[in-house]
């Protein structure tokens, strides 16, 4: 194309831009050009393009190559030197550091030497769903790190720690607000108990004996339960989906427990359970497909990780590192719906950048005082056009005080599962 023909073009884009404006504020016409009504953000922890390279090649992956296609998609730089999830994740919700907003991994330790899970009292700045909520848009938030004790929000908190057996057995409070929508979605929660072999055969030859997979019984378990929880958290969010809320987010933990368990024996052509990670994989993507089938003219859809997946990495004393240093730099960024320009790449994202551009897209201004940016290069240039980033001072009106970690009846489970990927002596 020569340049005078692209420049024609990008006048004919202006004219026609400003005169969709225009029709849409003549005949109010609903969100021709006005950012969407409803965001979706899913959260995918250790998605990794580069681990799903050849599954996407393969055609394995229908919904992650629909968004490549249909939408637009990149890396998502994490934090380096590498960061535990819960500081990532609570990162990508605030678009402030890890020294801002006060979450600090997985445990914190006492001065007694004692450790306690962190819990979402001790963020010191709002979240997302905070800041929408204060804004009048109604939210949903499921299974995301750090949400309990479930605070009150302008819709539905389903905190991370309904995914725990709670062995004694004691209903503890606060892991649903409002309080009683635990009763509501009781029903909806898949305990191990439930995960007989068949409903995780996708994922885990459940056929094989320990002796020919060379595995240990209590991997077999490890896949029940970790599917168990994704499987409650995506009914789950399904369900709080069909009450209609502006903005709904479920946070997904599988890919990075399985590439955790099971990425030695991906390298292994031959062996067993080298297909776990794939499988897996092939399960989120149809997951995906269920909320990309969601989207109307009014929804905008959006994915992402904190952190990719490397595998292990050897240790200047030439051991093994493990735990979060098998995590990768790269995470994955994706959006589609509403605005978005099709096909097109999202270049040098990273996490702090997620809720700067939900805020835009939802028509909010960005905090100042957030450190991310909203990634323009993901839209439309006549939306952007319809739809200038605007800024506010900040959202912190300073009324959040944060306490110290407050130990649950869960404390012993969560800390068992931390100790099983490395993250926790
Ligand atoms: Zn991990």
Redesign the pocket.
Known sequence: MNPNRKDRNRKRAVTAALLLVLAAGVLSCPGEVGPPRRVILLGID?ADWQVMKDLLEEGRLPNFSRLITQGSTGRLDTFLPLRK?PILWTSIATSKLPDEHGIGGFVKSSETGETVPYTGNVRRVKALWDILGEQGMTVAVVGWMVTWPAEPVNGYMVSDYIQYENERGIKFEKQTYPEELFDEIDALRLKESDMVDDRVAHIFPMDRTPEELGAQDWQKAYVKKIFATDETFRRIAHHLNDKGVDFLTVYFNGV?SMC?AFWDQRMHRNHPLNKVIDNYYVWIDGVLGEFIDLIDEETLLVVCSDHGFHGRRKAPDGGTLLG?YM?GEYGIVGMMGKGVRKGSRIIDAGILDITPTILYALGLPVGRDMHGRVLTEGFESDYLEGNPTTFIQTYETGDRVAGEPIASPVDEEIKKRLRAVGYMQ
């Open positions: 250790a999830s990075d955790h979060i995590h």
